[in-house]
């Protein structure tokens, strides 16, 4: 479960300060799927960094699983990043010289799982995202656009993360694949209780999760069921 | 991370770039194989500096006349001219000094030397039996002088291989002929084995006759001495020996003040480590050159690291983001720049030790590989990568993985 309370972040660049988040809080209850939405510049991908455990706010907490992650040394932010949070990115960063398998073992490297258990994590991770199996000990750079994503994706599955945070998962990929990519989230969310949080500036993207986070100017504007016909009508206004 | 871990990641980033990583290498081999060879040509030269020294006979205390003292105001004669050391001084020591292996009593001088029909001009030492063990002389052929020859004048020479080749024609037997020295005939009773020439003093161009021989016949009826040439037995009482023919030469010549002694007594150790000194001092000088080279390696290996954390700051990004602490980051960069340098070090041994190998084999020189400059070596590559790699891994490490995700 992930509690946010009040959150700020102001970035100081000599006599600039420049708020980028002004105060935020939300709930997000296991199981649950969450876009955060925002144009650019809407202080999103702030939060998606303090989410991450990747950056601490200014002010205000951030509860993960019971773990005050809001105010931890770069060390014990390493530790929640490898124990409890999965990262999708939007350049899919995977490591050129390596197979599909040794990037999703990755984590587990840095975990020290003994081998043979990282190998059947890390197989099991990527049946999960949908990769055919012939392509497990294919070089990253060998994989289509769409293959990439699912072994990125099998990736942030692999250390069985409280939390999977994908950060405009589509937004290198044509709509037919990132159609497919995100299929593949939402199985991941109903057939086995994955939480996940979309970041995304698209609200056809947005569509896919249940719930929306509308974020604009670093202050939550609206936040309810992605079906909602407001939240919908709201975030095409913004467009 | 465990170490096997770390190792399969730094061999797949070593092999990403193949190219720059072997001419990253090569500065590194360079240097290590260059610091192996100048040692090792430093050492093999003080070897054999050592050795020709030591062919001169082991454990050797050489005495010489001194100057002559004259009275009044004329001037001192030439030093070694002396008449100071007699058979008896020769006689005194050797009974008088503790830890004497040998005594040799020698006179020396160059005469013209003829056989049939050839002629040289060599130079002839009257010499007793212990000339043979106190300066490492064998005989290849027939006999050295003995002690009855020397007693009984009888007219006998041994002569040196060079020698023998000046006087007789290759394939006549030596042993047996008879030479004319100073117009005297002297029967040729063996010929010693070859030592080689050290610089202007060439051993083998030597002829040895009894000493009572040249001192009746050659020098003219003297009974003084021109060297003393004594062995002690072991090579740690040299100082002690030295002493104490110094003491026992001062109170027999009557000679109060050291300073006006009318002999002089050189210690071979002496010799050894003043050579010594000056080979030593010239391998420090060729190893500080090629630890240049190595110097220069070492900064080749940073210059790489450098680049390669530029332009892997998205992977370090990645992997701080999925749970690497900056302790992993920097062990992995650490091993990647202490791989280069500790192959390159491998290889590097591995060419000094050939070419030192082939220096040898082809007799330019006599290099010896020290098992201790292969560790130093070693160890120094290993320190290289380190000192080198630190700052690299330090920089990698620090990246935030915010920024590090976002490089272009």
Same mark, same amino acid.
């Given at each position: 479960?992930?509690?946010?309370?009040?959150?700020?972040?102001?970035?100081?660049?000599?006599?600039?300060?420049?708020?980028?988040?002004?105060?935020?809080?939300?709930?997000?209850?296991?199981?649950?799927?969450?876009?955060?939405?925002?144009?650019?510049?809407?202080?999103?991908?702030?939060?998606?960094?303090?989410?991450?455990?990747?950056?601490?706010?200014?002010?205000?907490?951030?509860?993960?699983?019971?773990?005050?992650?809001?105010?931890?040394?770069?060390?014990?932010?390493?530790?929640?990043?490898?124990?409890?949070?999965?990262?999708?990115?939007?350049?899919?960063?995977?490591?050129?010289? %390596?197979?599909?398998?040794?990037?999703?073992?990755?984590?587990?490297?840095?975990?020290?799982?003994?081998?043979?258990?990282?190998?059947?994590?890390?197989?099991? %991770?990527? %049946?999960?995202?949908?990769?055919?199996?012939?392509?497990?000990?294919?070089?990253?750079?060998?994989?289509?656009?769409?293959?990439?994503?699912?072994?990125?994706?099998?990736?942030?599955?692999?250390?069985?993360?409280?939390?999977?945070?994908?950060?405009?998962?589509?937004?290198?990929?044509?709509?037919?694949?990132?159609?497919?990519?995100?299929?593949?989230?939402?199985?991941?969310? #109903?057939?086995?209780?994955?939480?996940?949080?979309?970041?995304?500036?698209?609200?056809?993207?947005?569509?896919?999760?249940?719930?929306?986070?509308?974020? #604009?100017?670093?202050?939550?504007?609206?936040?309810?069921?992605?079906?909602? #016909?407001?939240?919908?009508?709201?975030?095409?206004?913004?467009? | 991370?465990?170490?096997?871990?770390?190792?399969?990641?730094?061999?797949?980033?070593?092999?990403?770039?193949?190219?720059?990583?072997?001419?990253?290498?090569?500065?590194?081999?360079?240097?290590?194989?260059?610091?192996?060879?100048?040692?090792?040509?430093?050492?093999?030269?003080?070897?054999?500096?050592?050795?020709?020294?030591?062919?001169?006979?082991?454990?050797?205390?050489?005495?010489?006349?001194?100057?002559?003292?004259?009275?009044?105001?004329?001037?001192?004669?030439?030093?070694?001219?002396?008449?100071?050391?007699?058979?008896?001084?020769?006689?005194?020591?050797?009974?008088?000094?503790?830890?004497?292996?040998?005594?040799?009593?020698?006179?020396?001088?160059?005469?013209?030397?003829?056989?049939?029909?050839?002629?040289?001009?060599?130079?002839?030492?009257?010499?007793?039996?212990?000339?043979?063990?106190?300066?490492?002389?064998?005989?290849?052929?027939?006999?050295?002088?003995?002690?009855?020859?020397?007693?009984?004048?009888?007219?006998?020479?041994?002569?040196?291989?060079?020698?023998?080749?000046?006087?007789?024609?290759?394939?006549?037997?030596? /042993?047996?002929?008879?030479?004319?020295?100073?117009?005297?005939?002297?029967?040729? /009773?063996?010929?010693?084995? *070859?030592?080689?020439?050290?610089?202007?003093?060439?051993?083998?161009?030597?002829?040895?006759?009894?000493?009572?021989?040249?001192?009746?016949?050659?020098?003219?009826?003297?009974?003084?001495?021109?060297?003393?040439?004594? *062995?002690?037995?072991?090579?740690?009482?040299?100082?002690?020996?030295?002493?104490?023919?110094?003491?026992?030469?001062?109170?027999?010549?009557?000679? *109060?003040?050291?300073?006006?002694?009318?002999?002089?007594?050189?210690?071979?150790?002496?010799?050894?480590?003043?050579?010594?000194? /000056?080979?030593?001092?010239?391998?420090?000088?060729?190893?500080?050159?090629?630890?240049?080279?190595?110097?220069?390696?070492?900064?080749?290996?940073?210059?790489?690291?450098?680049?390669?954390?530029?332009?892997?700051?998205?992977?370090?990004?990645?992997?701080?983001?999925?749970?690497?602490?900056?302790?992993?980051?920097?062990?992995?960069?650490?091993?990647?720049?202490?791989?280069?340098?500790?192959?390159?070090?491998?290889?590097?041994?591995?060419?000094?030790?050939?070419?030192?190998?082939?220096?040898?084999?082809?007799?330019?020189?006599?290099?010896?590989?020290?098992?201790?400059?292969?560790?130093?070596?070693?160890?120094?590559?290993?320190?290289?990568?380190?000192?080198?790699?630190?700052?690299?891994?330090?920089?990698?490490?620090?990246?935030?993985?915010?920024?590090?995700?976002?490089?272009?």
């Amino acid at each position: 479960m992930i509690e946010v309370k009040n959150i700020t972040k102001t970035y100081v660049n000599g006599d600039n300060e420049t708020h980028a988040l002004r105060g935020v809080s939300f709930t997000i209850d296991d199981g649950e799927f969450v876009a955060i939405m925002g144009p650019s510049g809407s202080g999103k991908s702030t939060l998606m960094h303090i989410l991450g455990a990747l950056d601490t706010p200014t002010s205000g907490t951030y509860h993960l699983d019971k773990h005050d992650v809001s105010t931890l040394s770069d060390d014990e932010l390493a530790d929640i990043r490898r124990n409890r949070i999965g990262f999708v990115f939007q350049s899919f960063n995977l490591l050129p010289r %390596a197979t599909a398998l040794r990037n999703v073992m990755l984590p587990l490297i840095y975990a020290e799982v003994p081998e043979k258990e990282r190998i059947k994590h890390a197989k099991a %991770a990527l %049946a999960n995202a949908g990769l055919d199996e012939d392509r497990y000990n294919h070089m990253s750079n060998q994989l289509s656009g769409g293959q990439i994503q699912r072994v990125a994706i099998a990736r942030a599955l692999v250390n069985n993360p409280a939390l999977i945070l994908a950060d405009e998962p589509t937004g290198n990929l044509d709509s037919h694949t990132g159609d497919i990519v995100l299929g593949t989230f939402q199985r991941l969310n #109903k057939e086995y209780k994955r939480t996940i949080i979309l970041i995304t500036h698209e609200r056809e993207v947005a569509e896919h999760a249940d719930r929306i986070i509308y974020i #604009k100017d670093g202050v939550i504007v609206e936040d309810g069921n992605s079906h909602d #016909k407001r939240i919908i009508s709201h975030a095409k206004r913004k467009e | 991370m465990t170490t096997r871990d770390i190792l399969h990641e730094t061999f797949s980033a070593l092999t990403a770039n193949k190219v720059r990583t072997s001419l990253t290498m090569l500065g590194i081999i360079i240097g290590i194989s260059s610091v192996i060879i100048m040692v090792a040509i430093g050492q093999g030269a003080q070897g054999s500096i050592q050795a020709n020294i030591q062919s001169l006979g082991s454990n050797l205390i050489e005495i010489f006349p001194g100057a002559q003292r004259s009275f009044g105001y004329g001037a001192s004669g030439g030093r070694g001219n002396a008449q100071t050391l007699t058979p008896d001084d020769a006689t005194a020591i050797s009974t008088q000094v503790a830890n004497i292996a040998d005594v040799s009593p020698e006179v020396s001088g160059r005469y013209q030397v003829t056989a049939k029909g050839t002629n040289t001009n060599t130079s002839v030492t009257g010499v007793t039996a212990a000339y043979a063990s106190v300066h490492n002389v064998q005989v290849n052929d027939g006999n050295f002088i003995t002690d009855a020859d020397s007693k009984n004048l009888s007219r006998v020479a041994v002569i040196g291989p060079t020698t023998a080749s000046d006087l007789f024609a290759t394939g006549t037997e030596p /042993v047996g002929q008879t030479i004319t020295i100073k117009g005297m005939p002297f029967k040729v /009773v063996g010929v010693t084995v *070859s030592k080689g020439s050290s610089g202007f003093n060439n051993q083998d161009d030597a002829i040895y006759v009894p000493l009572q021989d040249a001192q009746l016949f050659l020098l003219g009826k003297t009974t003084y001495l021109s060297t003393l040439s004594i *062995s002690a037995v072991s090579p740690d009482v040299m100082t002690q020996v030295q002493a104490d023919i110094t003491s026992l030469l001062l109170q027999r010549h009557n000679i *109060s003040d050291p300073t006006a002694a009318d002999f002089n007594v050189l210690n071979q150790a002496s010799i050894v480590s003043a050579a010594s000194s /000056v080979t030593g001092t010239f391998t420090i000088l060729l190893a500080a050159v090629a630890g240049i080279s190595l110097v220069v390696g070492g900064i080749g290996i940073m210059n790489m690291m450098l680049t390669t954390v530029t332009e892997r700051t998205r992977e370090i990004g990645l992997r701080k983001a999925i749970g690497a602490k900056r302790h992993d980051i920097n062990v992995q960069f650490i091993t990647e720049a202490v791989a280069l340098t500790v192959i390159g070090g491998a290889i590097g041994v591995l060419l000094g030790w050939g070419a030192s190998y082939t220096v040898t084999a082809l007799g330019i020189l006599q290099a010896s590989i020290s098992m201790s400059s292969v560790l130093l070596a070693f160890g120094v590559s290993a320190a290289i990568g380190i000192v080198f790699g630190y700052y690299p891994a330090r920089r990698a490490s620090r990246l935030n993985p915010i920024e590090a995700l976002r490089y272009e």
